[in-house]
């Protein structure tokens, strides 16, 4: 499972022009899913960027998590993530998992969030041709993979 995390003032999902989900302060999550992805992969993650420290404490330095502010937490289904460039310019998605595999796992990712923070998480639809607004705070933005764990 890929993850592009991104810190961000506020961050919102449309669907044919109509706000589905907006947070504010806290992390838009760009989420992409491969066939071999598993629950194991879920826990590691959401675990690792529930503890991310990577918002300003008191002295402006990155010692905060997501916890620790209480921010919001905005999830997005995004295939695209393991697009591969290897051949001639149009990208390949083979490396994607389809939705049969796909959406049991982007949903127990969004059900681990929130048991694991203890609220309701705003998300974006799996599979619908959104537009992602968002306001980058730092800008902090970090790429995770669950295959890379070093």
């Not at 300003?56 to 919001?72: F, I, R, Y």
């Not at 995004?78 to 796992?105: D, E, M």
Request: contains cysteine.
């Amino acid at each position: 499972m890929r993850v592009v995390l991104q810190r961000v003032s506020e961050a919102s999902v449309s669907i044919g022009g109509c706000v589905q989900s907006e947070i504010h302060r806290g992390l838009l999550l760009l989420v992409g899913i491969v066939e071999e992805d598993t629950n194991e992969d879920i826990e590691w993650l959401v675990r690792k960027i529930v503890q991310m420290r990577i918002f300003s404490d008191d002295a402006g330095k990155m010692n905060c998590s997501l916890s620790d502010v209480e921010g919001e937490l905005l999830v997005v289904s995004q295939f695209t993530l393991h697009a591969s460039t290897k051949k001639g310019n149009r990208p390949s998605f083979t490396r994607a998992a389809g939705p049969s595999v796909a959406i049991p796992l982007y949903e127990h990712l969004i059900e681990h969030f929130e048991q694991t923070l203890g609220r309701s998480i705003k998300t974006g639809t799996f599979g619908a041709d959104m537009q992602v607004r968002l306001l980058n705070d730092g800008p902090v933005t970090i790429v995770i993979d669950s295959k890379h764990r070093d």
